[in-house]
């Protein structure tokens, strides 16, 4: 299996920027796809970004559509979410999670997961 851990989160105010980053084990990371999913209090876990395992695909919820960017860093084993102009909505525990088959938008089927890390937008 392999291990996920982010960090970067934290509290800024709305129209502010922060950039999520999740380090990956395993000398495989080129081969998985990755995603970034978000859960809000009292609501579900939702896809926020994914990108395929060549880096050549990203995909965006409607919500964060020019304002996210998904990108990872092979070499590293690091995929990396940076969020710009920040609204109260997005504030939610963020985690990013893998996947070694299936589709990289489809989010039904991410099998490998982070702990989690708080990003909260104040207004």
């Known amino acids: 299996q392999v291990q996920l851990v982010e960090s970067g989160g934290g509290l800024v105010q709305a129209g502010g920027s922060l950039r999520l980053s999740c380090a990956a084990s395993?000398?495989?990371?080129?081969?998985?796809?990755l995603g970034w999913f978000r859960q809000a209090p009292g609501k579900e876990r939702d896809i926020v970004a994914a990108?395929?395992?060549?880096?050549?695909?990203?995909y965006y919820t409607d919500s964060v559509k020019g304002r996210f960017t998904i990108s990872r860093d092979n070499a590293k084993n690091t995929v990396y979410l940076q969020m710009n102009s920040l609204k109260p909505e997005d504030t939610a525990v963020y985690y990013c999670?893998?996947?070694?088959?299936?589709?990289?938008?489809?989010?039904?089927?991410?099998?490998?997961w982070g702990q989690g890390t708080q990003v909260t937008v104040s207004s």
């Open positions: 999670a893998a996947k070694t088959r299936g589709y990289y938008s489809d989010s039904y089927d991410y099998n490998y």
């Open positions: 990108i395929a395992w060549s880096a050549g695909s990203t």
């Open positions: 395993g000398r495989t990371f080129s081969r998985y796809a």
